[in-house]
């Protein structure tokens, strides 16, 4: 079996969308003003969280991490996105390509388990209301957070390393815009059924599994608000899982018609643009949607701005 060291033996092309000249030039303001929402949005939520006392809860503490995933995952990919977009040149180095595999792949498989969590949690808010402190402790919430993370990392680490060390035999055009696992395999000289195996399993446990749970939290979530039979219920019930609900289907949505799907048209356009949609539009919305639709945030922006004008005063 070819090191990583022998493997890795020339820059990479990522053709991306280099057939469409005219496209790239609205993909790069939009990605770019994408990345910018991205940021700023995320590390709010990130800032407003640690800093309102109010919102140190269990659901806020898991928001504070998936905005975290969201940061970690658009940015191992916008950076050099923007960078082929703009200009001719669409190679990328050998560490970069490692780097942003393992980074984006780690992350987004803790994506996937830390959506479940979620999930997890607003079953435990609306069904078990009156034990919904004993249930949600804190240990058992960085447990959760930990086993997410390090399922991620663990995924990344053995399909990352296994798909690197496929030999290529001097091929290097990857017709995609990142390094993703999918369409590095693509690169071998060697037979991937194995391969191709690995990954449709590694989908079943990382997208499916999380997906499955998720619909039965919902499921459960559904049959308590039914029993109550009560129009307040309902409205109280989609204030608590609307979002979280709306961020599943979004990310979920994208991400498993990318890795379920036939592998024979996985290098058309059609899986660029969805895996486009995953990557660098979804971590977008999702601060738009945890934020328009929250009270509590808004509120506690409110006391923060409210809380520094004071303290502007008293200095004046």
């Known amino acids: 079996m070819t090191t990583i060291n022998e493997s890795l033996a020339g820059d990479f092309i990522l053709v991306g969308f280099s057939d469409c000249p005219q496209l790239e030039k609205i993909l790069f303001a939009v990605v770019l003003i994408s990345y910018l ?10 800032l407003i969280s640690y800093l309102d006392p109010m919102l140190h809860t269990p659901m ?5 991490h998936l905005s975290f995933v969201d940061l970690c995952f658009t940015t ?4 050099q996105l923007l ?6 040149y669409k190679t990328i180095s050998l560490t970069g390509c490692a780097i942003q595999l393992y980074v984006s792949l780690a992350v987004g498989s803790t994506e996937c388990v830390l959506l479940a969590v ?19 402790h804190s240990r058992l919430c960085q447990s959760l957070v930990g086993m997410a993370w390090l399922s991620g990392v663990g995924n990344s680490l053995i399909q990352g390393t296994i798909t690197l060390r496929l030999p290529r035999c001097g091929n290097c055009r990857i017709y995609h815009f990142i390094c993703e696992v999918p369409a590095m395999v693509k690169l071998a000289c060697v037979n991937i059924h194995a391969n191709e195996v690995q990954l449709f399993m590694a989908s079943l446990v990382l997208l499916v599994l ?23 219920a309902w409205r109280k019930a989609l204030g608590t899982c609307g979002s979280h609900l709306l961020v599943v289907t979004l990310f979920y949505g994208t991400i498993t018609a990318v890795y379920i799907q036939p ?8 899986g660029k643009f969805i895996t486009l949609l995953y990557t660098i539009v979804t971590p977008t919305l999702n601060p738009l949607i945890y934020t328009l639709r929250n009270k509590d945030v808004k509120g506690a922006l409110k006391r923060l701005v409210q809380k520094d004008r004071a303290q502007q005063s008293e200095k004046l």
């Not at 806020?60 to 504070?64: E, G, Q």
């Not at 191992?76 to 950076?79: E, F, R």
């Not at 592998?263 to 059609?270: C, E, G």
């Open 37 to 46: 929402l991205t940021l700023v949005g995320n590390t709010a939520i990130i």
């Open 263 to 270: 592998n024979s048209s996985y290098a058309h356009s059609q």
């Open 210 to 232: 999380p997906l499955t749970l998720i619909l039965i939290s919902y499921g459960c979530i559904a049959q308590a608000v039914m029993r109550i039979k009560s129009a307040q």
């Open 60 to 64: 806020y503490y898991f928001l504070t």
């Open 118 to 136: 979620m999930a997890f949690d607003r079953y435990a808010a609306v069904c078990r209301p009156l034990h919904y402190a004993t249930v949600m």
């Open 83 to 88: 960078w082929n977009l703009h200009g001719p």
């Open 76 to 79: 191992s990919i916008a950076p």
